[in-house]
């Protein structure tokens, strides 16, 4: 199968290049700013298109690795005949195959859209890396079975999920990647007015947090949690809410209830219904 990619930018450089590391053809890239398609061509030593249509004829796969709000657009400008029997592909991790490409089934294209559930940061370096992501898969039925041979060549990990799932997925996605940044805001700006510089609290928190992250991916969340809401400390839990104020204090109070829950999973016999009143009592203050 030889792919072709439509947009230059750091996903279409990381999957051409790691593509071709696994030995599928790429025969090169499209952009409408040239330079980007040149600069990816060189990278991945594949040919630079001038015409979108040019590219579509010679591939069997094309990959349309382009913001969210393009994807529609870029596909309405597809020659409609020039894709029958072509596999068309987004990566976005939002939008359904279908909802992108109304249409394509009618003229005898497969879809499919397939994300990387990877943070790709770095176009040069970020294709030796994505050998560890994972990928979800969606679309039509030979558009699925199409890309999962591709995922099954490079020995990558994916999960095919339901159109109807996709913005549920993504949901998922960001609180896993962007929301947690948030979080971790939290945390350091909570130290530095504690009086750390924000270099020494990002020093100390690195390895609570990353053995924490990796105490939940080997072991799962139950028997990974520690802490005052787990032991049912209602003392500290007060003396943290006594910190806090506004939407901090909020944030903190969700939290809490949400692992709550967990922790009445790993103690089924303690009786938590004090700390559930104090976190009820501080969720109504607002």
Do not use: W
């Not at 894709?83 to 879809?111: N, Q, R, T």
């Not at 053995?211 to 005052?228: A, F, H, Q, R």
């Amino acid at each position: 199968m030889k792919i072709g990619f439509v947009g230059a930018g750091k996903v279409g450089f990381t999957l051409g290049k790691y593509f071709q590391s696994k030995g599928i053809s790429v025969v090169g890239y499209f952009s409408r700013n040239i330079t980007s398609a040149k600069e990816a061509s060189s990278f991945t030593n594949t040919s630079c298109f001038e015409s979108i249509n040019d590219l579509v004829r010679n591939c069997d796969a094309l990959f349309l690795t382009v913001p969210d709000n393009n994807i529609r657009d870029v596909y309405s400008s597809l020659s409609k005949q020039a894709i029958k029997g072509k596999l068309i592909c987004h990566c976005s991790g939002v939008m359904s195959a279908k909802e992108a490409f109304d249409d394509a089934e009618d003229f005898g294209a497969m879809i499919c859209s397939v994300h990387p559930l990877f943070a790709i940061s770095d176009k040069y370096k970020s294709y030796c890396e994505i050998a560890d992501g994972f990928f979800s898969v969606e679309g039509s039925a030979f558009g699925v079975k199409l890309v999962t041979d591709i995922l099954k060549k490079c020995g990558n990990d994916f999960q095919v999920i339901d159109k109807s799932m996709k913005h549920k997925y993504h949901l998922s996605a960001t609180i896993g990647s962007n929301l947690v940044v948030g979080l971790l805001d939290f945390c350091i700006s909570t130290l530095v007015d504690c009086g750390f510089t924000r270099e020494n609290a990002l020093k100390a928190l690195t390895p609570i947090v990353t053995n924490n992250v990796k105490n939940v991916m080997e072991n799962d969340v139950v028997n990974s949690l520690t802490g005052p809401v787990e032991r049912c400390d209602t003392n500290t839990v007060t003396k943290h809410l006594n910190c806090l104020s506004g939407e901090e204090k909020e944030i903190y109070t969700l939290l809490s209830k949400r692992i709550l829950s967990i922790s009445k999973v790993k103690n089924e016999n303690r009786d938590y219904s004090e700390l559930e009143k104090l976190l009820e009592g501080a969720e109504n203050e607002k």
